[in-house]
């Protein structure tokens, strides 16, 4: 019984390794058909196996050169892309002009008050240009001090410019008339220096040195300390000057910008004379001394 069943069991495993030949036989004809052959890509060594990209033609032309080639530029090709310019009219042939009031105002003082301006206007380019000045004070109905000058401005820098011109007294007594000679500047952004020397009748000389610096607070608001100081080479008590330093004046404003054109103001002036200007006021019963409130209007056209 056991010998059968052992030949039976042989029998089957050897039908079943038939079977099995039988179909790896067809599935390798299989794959010859279709022209391919099974692969096992696990066994692939890509990294090993080096590939030449410039034999893989992926345009038709070479990707360094363009399909239509590009024309050679020519000298008349730039001329026609870039034309000759006519100069800057801000800062070439124009010319400008600007009228700026620095001051205008009226100051109190012990029970009395005057109208003080101070203004400036200029025409010409940016080399060369006509300067005017005004400054002058009405006190009690009458005009107290009153002059004009005119200047022809001339640019040594970016920020600097040399003046030349005359000067005119109206006011005190019977006025005067000066040669002037000066520097003009702005050192610093908002700062702005003037110092001119002056040689008038009777040989008198004077210098004039004035400093304004303006403090921007905000947008709008805009502090601005001023100082004048004005110095005489001899005394004349008929024209209220004295040798040495004879005036100065210390300001402090704060103004708002409503516009660039247009700026009310409010602030205190300190009035002073000295030397023998000071000992030439006493003996006249006048202050040596002054503080003066301020409010006024900076204007500019």
Known sequence: MNENRNRSFATGVALLALLVSERALATGMDHMNHGTMPMDHGQVNHGSMPMDHSLMNHAATPPDQPRTPLPVVTDADRRAAFPPLPGHQVHDRATNWAVIV??????????????????????????????????????QGKTHKAELQALWGHAISPWWELVGGVRQDFKPASGQAWAAFGIQGTPLYGLELEATAYAGERQQTALRLEVAYAMLLSNRWVLEPTVEANFFGRNDAGREQ?????????????????????????GVSFNRLHGNRAEQARANDEDSGQTRWVAGVRLRF
Not at 103 to 112: A, H, K, R
Not at 123 to 135: A, F, N, P, Q, Y
Not at 242 to 266: K, N, Q
């Open 102 to 139: 620095d001051q205008l105002e009226y100051q109190n003082f012990e029970n009395s008050g005057a109208l003080n301006w101070n203004a400036t206007a200029w025409v010409g380019g940016d080399i060369d240009r006509l300067w005017l000045r005004s400054e002058g004070e009405r006190e």
């Open 242 to 266: 004295g040798a040495g330093l004879a005036e100065s004046e210390v300001g402090l404003r704060l103004r708002y910008e409503i516009t660039r054109a247009f700026a009310p103001y409010v």
